[in-house]
């Protein structure tokens, strides 16, 4: 997942203005500007979000070659990444609850090694269920993981550096959004589907040396309880938000994760021409990071509306003319472009609606996303095994124009954000 932030505000911005909405709940955690800041350890967790992504959206671009050799269907492949998805929901709002006694150098090394032992079983996994617990094993330290990061950050660097330090983590999501796809396609088709789980694993062992090396001790500090989540539910703004995140996201994914048998079994691509798409998506992705952030920045309703608009779109063009090679190159590459609309969009709709729990109310946003991307890739899975590769758009225009229509109605207006985030450069995949 990736998971959504709003990395890139700066001294005017949303961290820093004492009248922001994120003022009073991040500022006391976040590090003096007396503190020195730690940029190997920031670099330790930007390798760590980077082998994360690579490794929760594999199943993607090898999911032909994976299904194939397991003896199972595409649809029960895709379940794949439905596992690590909805252990992530799970583990995003549980993991600092059980663990708020413990330093948090430990919490983050035992996740890296969760995330080295499921690419490990990844690549041994004769049949679905081992392949399975490895994405459950994934799922927990994915979730944990983003559950922490920013709070990890606002102690690693002084406060006048935590945009840098969590702009340069959330590099790592956006260099796997443009690399993961096309080289798991490229590896998948030159060595076989588990080399590309070899190389993720090789970066998450990389990732825990660098992490046991470069993270100082970090006592836990207090962490948002049950009953503030429970609070933070019963708030309507809150609500809308995690229902938009769930109708629009799931649409994402369906289409997303169900991309390569459609450009197989529809388009008739060779491998080398499917791996040229999706790098083709990564880029659109990167930039697509920057130009949402841009247009977020401004108003997250109208950037989750001009993003579920054009996907919703753009999958309609897959269903009517996904036989042709250019209408689907360039329908999925501006599907990556579009998408970066998404993560800061709603992490400023959530934080407006929950200013004075800003930090529980990202947990249920992280929540939110990985429930999306499992519903998604049920929903998608099931059409695809009942209807063929066109399954995946299908569910995507539904589920986006759904979405896109919610936003419009239940979503903020404008209120002078102009001035409170600059362009961002996250990325949420």
Same mark, same amino acid.
């Given at each position: 997942?990736?998971?959504?932030?709003?990395?890139?505000?700066?001294?005017?911005?949303?961290?820093?203005?004492?009248?922001?909405?994120?003022?009073?709940?991040?500022?006391?955690?976040?590090?003096?500007?007396?503190?020195?800041?730690?940029?190997?350890?920031?670099?330790?967790?930007?390798?760590?979000?980077?082998?994360?992504?690579?490794?929760?959206?594999?199943?993607?671009?090898?999911?032909?070659?994976?299904?194939?050799?397991?003896?199972?269907?595409?649809?029960?492949?895709?379940?794949?990444?439905?596992?690590?998805?909805?252990?992530?929901?799970?583990?995003?709002?549980?993991?600092?609850?059980?663990?708020?006694?413990?330093?948090?150098?430990?919490?983050?090394?035992?996740?890296?090694?969760?995330?080295?032992?499921?690419?490990?079983?990844?690549?041994?996994?004769?049949?679905?269920?081992?392949?399975?617990?490895?994405?459950?094993?994934?799922?927990?330290?994915?979730?944990?993981?983003?559950?922490?990061?920013?709070?990890?950050?606002?102690?690693?660097?002084?406060?006048?550096?935590?945009?840098?330090?969590?702009?340069?983590?959330?590099?790592?999501?956006?260099?796997?959004?443009?690399?993961?796809?096309?080289?798991?396609?490229?590896?998948?088709?030159?060595?076989?589907?588990?080399?590309?789980?070899?190389?993720?694993?090789?970066?998450?062992?990389?990732?825990?040396?660098?992490?046991?090396?470069?993270?100082?001790?970090?006592?836990?500090?207090?962490?948002?309880?049950?009953?503030?989540?429970?609070?933070?539910?019963?708030?309507? @703004?809150?609500?809308? #938000? !995690? $229902? +938009?995140?769930? &109708?629009?996201?799931? =649409? %994402?994914?369906?289409?997303? *994760?169900?991309?390569?048998?459609?450009?197989?079994?529809?388009?008739?691509?060779?491998?080398?021409?499917?791996?040229?798409?999706?790098?083709?998506?990564?880029?659109?992705?990167?930039?697509?990071?920057?130009?949402?952030?841009?247009?977020?920045?401004?108003?997250?309703?109208?950037?989750?509306?001009?993003? @579920?608009?054009?996907? #919703? !779109? $753009? +999958?309609?063009? &897959?269903?009517?003319? =996904? %036989?042709?090679?250019?209408? *689907?190159?360039?329908?999925?590459?501006?599907?990556?472009?579009?998408?970066?609309?998404?993560?800061?969009?709603?992490?400023?709709?959530?934080?407006?609606?929950?200013?004075?729990?800003?930090?529980?109310?990202?947990?249920?946003?992280?929540?939110?996303?990985?429930?999306?991307?499992?519903?998604?890739?049920? @929903?998608?899975?099931?059409?695809?095994?009942?209807?063929?590769?066109?399954?995946?758009?299908?569910?995507?225009?539904?589920?986006?124009?759904?979405?896109?229509?919610?936003?419009?109605?239940?979503?903020?207006?404008?209120?002078?954000?102009?001035?409170?985030?600059?362009?961002?450069?996250?990325?949420?995949?």
């Amino acid at each position: 997942m990736s998971s959504p932030s709003c990395s890139d505000c700066t001294a005017d911005g949303l961290l820093d203005d004492p009248g922001s909405p994120l003022a009073d709940t991040a500022s006391p955690t976040i590090a003096g500007d007396d503190v020195p800041a730690r940029w190997a350890a920031v670099g330790a967790l930007a390798l760590g979000v980077f082998g994360l992504v690579t490794a929760e959206f594999l199943p993607a671009s090898l999911l032909t070659a994976l299904a194939s050799d397991l003896s199972i269907s595409e649809g029960a492949a895709g379940q794949t990444v439905t596992a690590t998805a909805l252990i992530g929901a799970i583990a995003a709002p549980s993991i600092p609850l059980l663990t708020r006694r413990i330093d948090r150098k430990h919490v983050m090394l035992a996740l890296t090694t969760l995330l080295v032992l499921s690419n490990a079983l990844a690549v041994v996994a004769d049949s679905l269920w081992p392949l399975l617990t490895a994405r459950v094993m994934l799922g927990v330290a994915l979730g944990g993981f983003w559950s922490m990061a920013a709070a990890l950050a606002m102690r690693l660097v002084p406060e006048s550096k935590f945009p840098r330090a969590m702009s340069f983590i959330l590099t790592g999501v956006s260099v796997a959004t443009v690399c993961a796809a096309p080289v798991g396609a490229w590896m998948g088709e030159l060595w076989g589907w588990r080399s590309a789980f070899v190389a993720a694993g090789v970066v998450s062992v990389i990732t825990l040396l660098a992490q046991i090396f470069t993270l100082p001790s970090l006592p836990p500090t207090a962490n948002p309880d049950l009953r503030v989540l429970g609070q933070l539910l019963g708030r309507p @703004g809150v609500r809308m #938000a !995690l $229902l +938009a995140v769930l &109708l629009v996201i799931s =649409g %994402h994914f369906a289409g997303f *994760t169900y991309l390569r048998p459609l450009m197989e079994n529809v388009t008739h691509l060779s491998v080398g021409a499917i791996s040229a798409i999706l790098l083709a998506y990564g880029i659109g992705g990167f930039f697509g990071n920057f130009a949402g952030g841009y247009l977020a920045g401004r108003s997250e309703r109208t950037a989750i509306v001009f993003g @579920g608009t054009l996907i #919703a !779109l $753009l +999958a309609i063009g &897959l269903l009517l003319a =996904g %036989h042709s090679m250019i209408v *689907t190159a360039v329908a999925i590459a501006l599907w990556g472009f579009a998408f970066g609309a998404f993560p800061v969009g709603f992490q400023i709709w959530i934080i407006r609606a929950a200013p004075d729990q800003a930090e529980g109310a990202g947990g249920l946003l992280v929540a939110a996303f990985q429930i999306a991307i499992a519903t998604g890739a049920i @929903g998608g899975g099931l059409l695809v095994d009942h209807v063929g590769a066109i399954g995946g758009p299908l569910f995507a225009v539904v589920m986006m124009t759904l979405g896109t229509l919610l936003t419009l109605r239940h979503g903020p207006r404008p209120a002078n954000l102009a001035d409170e985030a600059l362009p961002s450069r996250t990325g949420f995949h």
